[in-house]
């Protein structure tokens, strides 16, 4: 027997249209403190994933600071089955990627991209 669940990560748009949508899972914060770790030297400074409360409306994110900077310089965020980069301070789109990790490559590519995965 499948247990109800609350909130569905999907929205319904049709009668027969689901439209999944994609979370920053533990995975992708483990990446992400690696990957930082890893681009100190390169100037990444800070990384931090959001996930909004279950039930809202807004979709996960990361936010990527370098070079001590007091704003955010890239927002990292799941489009479709993709990931988008976009410049956080003049709010461009840069690339949609296929990946996390090549969202995060990126930016900054500190780690192989094999080894990544």
Same mark, same amino acid.
């Given at each position: 027997?499948?247990? /109800?669940?609350?909130?569905?990560p999907f929205e319904l748009l049709a009668d027969n249209v689901v439209a999944l949508r994609q979370r920053i899972l533990p995975r992708h914060c483990a990446l992400l403190a690696r990957w930082l770790e890893?681009?100190?030297r390169m100037g990444l400074c800070d990384a931090s994933a959001?996930?909004?409360d279950r039930g809202e409306r807004q979709q996960d994110y990361v936010l990527v600071w370098v070079r001590e900077?007091?704003?955010p310089?890239?927002?990292?965020t799941p489009e479709g089955n993709g990931w988008l980069v976009t410049d956080a301070v003049r709010r461009q789109p840069?690339?949609?990627l296929n990946s996390f990790e090549a969202a995060l490559h990126f930016? /900054?590519?500190?780690l192989p991209l094999v080894a990544a995965a």
């Open positions: 027997m499948l247990k /109800r669940r609350d909130q569905p890893a681009g100190q959001f996930s909004p900077n007091s704003d310089a890239y927002m990292v840069l690339a949609k930016i /900054r590519p500190v």
